[in-house]
Nanobody, 122 residues
Framework: QVQLVESGGGLVQAGGSLRLSCSASGRMFSMYNMGWFRQAPGKEREFVAGISRNGGETTYGDSVKGRFTISRDNGKNTVYLQMNSLKPEDTAVYYC???????????????WGQGTQVTVSS
């Protein structure tokens, strides 16, 4: 089992940048594929980004490709989401996720954090 805690959310102007972090506790962080989802008010949760156990494979949702970058540091049990060129439509609660299956981490991950709010003003 793994516990996930997100940080780094906040208020930023359109065009700005934020970096989210997700710290994982529990054993064997490197066993887990990691991901980020987001949910805006009144909308369904949306896949944002995923990264494989060793960081060798990444994938992104269409709406963030070219602007967001996911990375991980297995030595620090942490996954990051660098968000650049932010838009008001990126406003949402961002959730860190984990699953032993890469296919699942980008669809229906088993483990979820509590979320961190990102607000982009126009």
């Amino acid at each position: 089992q793994v516990q996930l805690v997100e940080s780094g959310g906040g208020l930023v102007q359109a065009g700005g940048s934020l970096r989210l972090s997700c710290s994982a506790s529990g054993r064997m962080f490197s066993m887990y594929n990691m991901g980020w989802f987001r949910q805006a008010p009144g909308k369904e949760r949306e896949f944002v980004a995923g990264i494989s156990r060793n960081g060798g494979e990444t994938t992104y949702g269409d709406s963030v490709k070219g602007r967001f970058t996911i990375s991980r540091d297995n030595g620090k049990n942490t996954v990051y989401l660098q968000m650049n060129s932010l838009k008001p439509e990126d406003t949402a609660v961002y959730y860190c996720t984990a699953d032993v299956s890469f296919a699942m981490v980008v669809r229906t991950p088993r483990y979820w954090g509590q979320g961190t709010q990102v607000t982009v003003s126009s």
